[in-house]
């Protein structure tokens, strides 16, 4: 899949990349009924307190040869605490009613009359473990096992064959499961002669950052989760890393450019469950959130331009918010362009990478916490909206009329282009003079390749 050239032109009128393109209407929103998967028990489907997984199910009437499987979301745990903390809707069945209408992709029109698959979360592994019983842990890890079992049902019941195409999709730990297991379930299907999955990997691209607070960092959880659950990552991944290093291929920034297999990245350039667990003090604008923040949306466009490079489509919103779920599947929009747009065009075959050029976070009129006037950070030099602003040492007045840059986005995107990047770099940075040490030193930790 070579990658065309569709980073869509900028609209100087909205500030953002768009271009023509076919909208998909919602569906009729379908409930799915919950089904119990035969001799459970002995074949080990099991919940983390022991008892039995299941699925949810509404078959197509055979007008669609797609078919959606999607795993829920809910975090995971990554060591006897943080599970001993796991609520019980995540670690057992007891909570989950008889049918069920998810919402969102699951109404869109281009599942209409095809087989949809729910999948509920029960094994805080974000799907990716099948060892079995944790002793330490005191927990059964059976999330890949539950998923595999699911498509065999399919596959008994005539559901799923080489007639149709499997859209493998997750939100958060649904979609992260769907990242570290989609290549591999595109080897069993091809197996049994059927074309391969696609995958829509929705608030995957978890960022390898020191937190602000004392929240175990992302990278630890993704190592222990590896260890401790031995999880087996996407081989085409992990042969580009040392065997040390394997974990990183179930961490978002470091797997989305390295998989075998097609998909749709969502990714907001704002992640709220990122952020929020990092230690972002969303409306509380200092300095310190204010710089933090903003290297963050840096790297999330980093990520999904090379999601792009490596010929898959990115979508990314500049929205405080985890996952397109529900309505905002449809509504929140770059360009005039969904998620559900994104999606029908990259099944076609048409690949983008969809990104966001309102400046700075939920000032895009679709994202539900719109903020029409963001407010500027207490810091010299940072003012939005190319006032006062630095771009790589330069103020935006002299940079606008040689390299038309409107924005802090604009810079970026020449940065990124010239490979030298200096925002966060005392005294010539977008946030001015005074970095907060605190921040400076959270950088320098990282080794961020764009911090000078």
Not at 47 to 59: K, M, Q, T, V
Not at 124 to 149: L, Q, V
Not at 246 to 270: D, H, N, Q
Request: hydrophobic letters at 40%.
């Amino acid at each position: 899949r070579a990658p065309r050239d569709s980073l869509w032109p900028r609209s100087e009128a909205a500030g953002l990349a768009c271009r023509p393109m076919h909208h998909a209407d919602a569906g009729g929103g379908r409930r799915l009924t919950r089904r119990s998967f035969a001799d459970a028990a002995s074949r080990q489907l099991l919940c983390n307190d022991g008892s039995e997984a299941g699925f949810y199910l509404s078959e197509g009437d055979g007008s669609n040869s797609l078919v959606l499987l999607y795993q829920q979301s809910g975090g995971w745990c990554w060591d006897r605490a943080s599970c001993d903390k796991r609520p019980e809707w995540y670690t057992g069945n007891s909570r989950w009613e008889i049918t069920k209408a998810p919402g969102g992709i699951f109404d869109s029109a281009l599942f209409a009359g095809a087989t949809q698959v729910y999948l509920p979360y029960c094994s805080s592994d974000a799907w990716m473990s099948e060892m079995g019983f944790h002793a330490n842990f005191s927990k059964w890890f059976r999330g890949r096992a539950i998923r595999d079992a699911a498509v065999d049902e399919l596959v008994a019941a005539g559901l799923l064959g080489s007639a149709h195409r499997l859209v493998f999709a997750g939100v958060s730990a649904g979609g992260r499961g769907a990242m570290a297991t989609i290549d591999s379930l595109g080897e069993r299907l091809a197996s049994l002669g059927m074309p391969p999955p696609f995958g829509v990997l929705d608030g995957v691209a978890y960022q390898d950052v020191p937190p602000l607070n004392s929240w175990t960092p992302l990278a630890e959880q993704c190592e222990r989760v590896w260890r401790a659950l031995q999880v087996e990552p996407p081989a085409h991944c992990t042969a580009q890393f040392p065997a040390r290093e394997a974990w990183k291929c179930i961490m978002g920034t470091y797997a989305l450019p390295r998989l075998a297999s097609e998909f749709l990245a969502v990714t907001f350039l704002y992640d709220s469950y990122q952020l929020g667990n990092l230690g972002y003090m969303y409306g509380q604008v200092t300095a310190v959130d204010f710089a933090y923040a903003e290297w963050f949306r840096m790297l999330n466009e980093k990520t999904n331009a090379d999601v792009y490079a490596a010929g898959n489509s990115a979508f990314g919103p500049a929205c405080y918010e985890h996952g397109a779920g529900g309505d905002t599947w449809f509504s929140i929009k770059v360009g005039g362009v969904s998620a559900d747009d994104m999606l029908r065009d990259a099944l076609r075959g048409d690949y983008a990478n969809v990104v966001d050029r309102h400046d700075h976070v939920d000032t895009n009129p679709t994202c539900p916490k719109f903020t029409e006037v963001a407010v500027s950070p207490p810091v010299e030099g940072a003012r939005l909206h190319g006032e006062g602003g630095w771009c790589a040492g330069e103020p935006y007045s002299r940079l606008d009329a040689q390299a038309g840059i409107m924005s802090y986005s604009d810079c970026e995107a020449a940065c990124f282009a010239a490979d030298e990047c200096a925002y966060f770099s005392s005294g010539n940075g977008f946030v001015g003079s005074s970095l907060p040490p605190a921040l400076s030193s959270a950088l320098a930790v990282a080794s961020w390749p764009f911090y000078r």
